[in-house]
């Protein structure tokens, strides 16, 4: 499974996504989505373990 990370103009996370659509439907929300990085294999199966990515956004 594969994970993202968004980040602002400044570096920071504002979300994690389980899906390309999952980041498209929060740009189309207007969040300020500057990058997205796909998680290493090690991050995403640290994600999947404990909770759903989607958790980390509070709009979503």
Same mark, same amino acid.
């Given at each position: 499974?594969? @994970?993202?990370?968004?980040?602002?103009?400044?570096?920071?996370?504002?979300?994690?996504?389980?899906?390309?659509?999952?980041?498209?439907?929060?740009?189309?929300?207007?969040?300020?989505?500057?990058?997205?990085?796909?998680?290493?294999?090690?991050?995403?199966?640290?994600?999947?373990?404990?909770?759903?990515?989607?958790? @980390?956004?509070?709009? @979503?």
């Amino acid at each position: 499974m594969t @994970f993202y990370s968004c980040f602002d103009g400044q570096g920071n996370v504002i979300a994690r996504c389980q899906t390309y659509q999952e980041v498209e439907a929060l740009r189309k929300l207007g969040r300020p989505i500057n990058e997205v990085k796909e998680l290493k294999r090690e991050e995403a199966v640290v994600c999947s373990l404990t909770r759903s990515p989607s958790e @980390f956004d509070e709009e @979503f």
